[in-house]
C-alpha cells in the first residue's frame, strides 16, 4: 500500500483569503444585470451533503444511471484504457466511480485523485488503500481547472484522465470546450478520458430532477444565502427567496435561480442590493449535450471520439476521448 499525498503550490489555494474571494464574487454577482451567483459555492460541508442527498431522490437520475452504465459496461470501458496507466481523476471526491473501473484493470500503476480539499482526499485515498493494497496512490490537492503539475513520482507508463459525474455540462460550451483542452494538456499528448456527459431528454424529466418534491434541490440552492448570512454577515431574508430550476430548450441548458418573492434590498459588507419582486439570481447552468454534439465539442478541444456508452432509457452517456 502506498499513498503519496502532493500538496501542490501550482492553485494558490492557501495563498487566497477565502472569505475576501467569496465576498468578492458575491458583490461582484449582485452587482451585474443579471444577478449571479458561482456554483463552485455551493460544496461548503453542509451544500456537500445537500448535493449527497439530491442524488438519492428519486426524481434524480443522472448519479444512478451513470452508476448504472459503469456496473454493466464497466469492462468494455476499463479496457479503452491503456496498460499500466496512470489513472487521473479531476475532481476527484468520492471514489464510488472510479472503484468500478478499477476492478477491471488491477494493472493500473497510479491512481492520482485530484481535488481541492486536503482532507477528504487524504480519507478517500486512505479507504481505497485498504481495498486496493498494490496500487500507488498519489493524492493532488488543486483546483482542476487551473494549471497543475501531476506529480513526478509516476511511472513512466502513459496517462489516462477520468471526469465522470457530468460536471462538464456545468460549464459554458466555450468554456467546456477550453477545459477540455486544459486537460489535454495536463494528461499530454495521446492520453485517453473517460468522461460522464448528460443527454439531452424530455423537458418534464429534466425539470423533475432539479426541483424534486422532498425540496431537497431548493435547500441546496437556498444555502448560497446561508452561505452569505453565516460566513459574510449579510442581511438576507432566506424565506423571502424562492428556488426555481427549469431546462432551457434554446440553450439547451437547466438553469437554476434564486427568486426574490418581494421587493427587498439585502445588505452585504455595508452595500444595499435592491431586489424587485421576481428578480432572480442565476445560481447554476448544466448543460445537456446530443451524443455528436458533445463529441463535435470535444473535437474543438484536440480530442477524437471512441466509444460511447448509454443507458438503456439514453438517458446519460459515458465517452471515451483519446487525445490527439
Do not use: C
Not at 244 to 265: D, G, Y
Amino acid at each position: 500500500m502506498t499513498i503519496n499525498p502532493v500538496f501542490t503550490d501550482a492553485t494558490p489555494i492557501a495563498a487566497i483569503d477565502a472569505e475576501r474571494q467569496f465576498l468578492d464574487d458575491v458583490l461582484a454577482g449582485l452587482s451585474a444585470p443579471q444577478k449571479f451567483l458561482s456554483a463552485k459555492y455551493f460544496y461548503d460541508a453542509a451544500g456537500s451533503d445537500l448535493f449527497e442527498a439530491i442524488t438519492r431522490q428519486p426524481e434524480y437520475y443522472p448519479t444512478r444511471t451513470e452508476l448504472g452504465i459503469l456496473d454493466a459496461q464497466g469492462a468494455a470501458i476499463a479496457a479503452t484504457l491503456p496498460a499500466r496507466a496512470n489513472l487521473v481523476e479531476l475532481g476527484s471526491g468520492s471514489t464510488v466511480k472510479v472503484r468500478r473501473l478499477m476492478v477491471h484493470r488491477p494493472d493500473l500503476a497510479a491512481y492520482v485523485p485530484v481535488d481541492v480539499s486536503e482532507s477528504f482526499l487524504r480519507s478517500e485515498a486512505e479507504a481505497l488503500a485498504r481495498d486496493f493494497p498494490n496500487l500507488t496512490i498519489t493524492p493532488v490537492a488543486a483546483d482542476f481547472t487551473r494549471a497543475f503539475t501531476l506529480p513526478a513520482g509516476l511511472s513512466d507508463g502513459p496517462v489516462a484522465g477520468f471526469f465522470p459525474g457530468s460536471t462538464i455540462g456545468n460549464f459554458e460550451p466555450p468554456q467546456a470546450t477550453r477545459l477540455l483542452a486544459h486537460f489535454g494538456r495536463v494528461l499530454g499528448a495521446g492520453a485517453t478520458l473517460i468522461i460522464g456527459v448528460d443527454l439531452v431528454k424530455e423537458k418534464a424529466v429534466l425539470d423533475a430532477a432539479y426541483d424534486d418534491a422532498a425540496g431537497v434541490t431548493a435547500a441546496f440552492n437556498r444555502n448560497l444565502l446561508v452561505r452569505m448570512r453565516s460566513e459574510l454577515g449579510a442581511e438576507v431574508d432566506l424565506d423571502a427567496f424562492a428556488h426555481r430550476a427549469f431546462f432551457n430548450p434554446e440553450a439547451s441548458r437547466i438553469e437554476m435561480h434564486l427568486v426574490s418573492l418581494k421587493a427587498q434590498t439585502i445588505r452585504i459588507a455595508d452595500r444595499d442590493i435592491a431586489f424587485a419582486e421576481g428578480e432572480t439570481i442565476h445560481t447554476e447552468n448544466s448543460y445537456k449535450y446530443t451524443v455528436e454534439r458533445f463529441r463535435a465539442l470535444a473535437a474543438e478541444a484536440g480530442w477524437r471520439a471512441e466509444a460511447v456508452w448509454t443507458d438503456p432509457g439514453r438517458l446519460f452517456s459515458i465517452h471515451a476521448l483519446r487525445r490527439s
